[in-house]
Every structure is written in C-alpha cells, then in structure tokens.
C-alpha cells in the first residue's frame, strides 16, 4: 500500500493554534479592563481543574492568571480578567511562560508588547 501525498496545503499545528488564538484577541489593549487589586475568581469555562482563585497582589498568582486566561479564556474573559496595564508591565515575563503561538498573536496584534520587551532588556 502507498501513500499518496496530499494535494493541497496542510496547515501546521502553529499557524492552526495562531488562527485559534487569533479569534479571541481582543480589538484594543485598552478593551482589557480587568482589575488591578484583589483576588480574581475564574470560571469554570476557563479553567476547569486545579486553581480558579488568584491574588493579584502576589506576582506569581498573577502570572498563573494571566497564562491560564491568555492560554484557555474567550474574548470576553481576555476583557474582564486581564487588566491593560499589568499585561504590559509584566509582558518581558510573561512572554517566556506562555506558548509560542499566543505569544507570536500577541505581539503581531500589539507592537506596545514588544516595545516593553525591548525597554525591559535594554
């Protein structure tokens, strides 16, 4: 039995995870409107298992938050649970826990992502 190879164009996992993620982005950063302070309880649609409550004044459950959400959240949950500000101060970081495809969404859609990388390392 031979396999004929395919005629068309297969997409890879990365541009079909990019396209995915693409979907959810919200139109500005300044769409995110989540909080600041506090404690931010997710729902189950986001994260199913293991921790839903995070503090944000603690910068480890703040990460943990913004990956799961960036990672697992719809457009509407980007937009209450992620907060502008805090996003882009803890971008240089931020960047290097979450995966490859939503990192290469996020910072095509928005070049102030990058730019707080590059003042971060310079």
Same mark, same amino acid.
């Given at each position: 039995? !031979? &396999?004929?190879? +395919?005629?068309?164009?297969? %997409? @890879?996992?990365?541009?079909? /995870?990019?396209?995915? $993620?693409?979907q959810?982005?919200?139109?500005?950063?300044?769409?995110?409107?989540?909080?600041?302070? =506090?404690?931010? @309880? /997710? %729902? +189950?649609?986001?994260?199913?298992?293991?921790r839903?409550?995070?503090?944000?004044?603690? %910068?480890?459950?703040?990460?943990? /938050? $913004?990956?799961?959400? /960036?990672?697992? =959240?719809?457009?509407? @949950?980007?937009?209450e649970?992620?907060?502008? @500000?805090?996003?882009?101060?803890?971008? %240089?970081?931020?960047?290097? +826990?979450?995966?490859?495809?939503?990192?290469? &969404?996020?910072?095509?859609?928005?070049?102030?992502? !990058?730019?707080? !990388?590059?003042?971060t390392?310079?």
């Amino acid at each position: 039995m !031979t &396999v004929q190879p +395919l005629s068309f164009p297969v %997409p @890879d996992a990365f541009e079909l /995870l990019c396209a995915q $993620y693409a979907q959810r982005m919200p139109a500005s950063l300044k769409d995110l409107a989540g909080p600041s302070h =506090g404690t931010v @309880d /997710l %729902p +189950l649609h986001v994260v199913w298992s293991g921790r839903r409550s995070y503090g944000l004044e603690q %910068p480890r459950s703040r990460m943990g /938050l $913004y990956r799961t959400v /960036l990672a697992e =959240g719809q457009r509407q @949950d980007l937009i209450e649970f992620l907060n502008r @500000d805090l996003l882009i101060a803890q971008w %240089p970081v931020l960047r290097t +826990l979450i995966s490859r495809p939503i990192r290469h &969404v996020w910072e095509a859609a928005f070049p102030e992502l !990058t730019a707080a !990388t590059a003042t971060t390392a310079a």
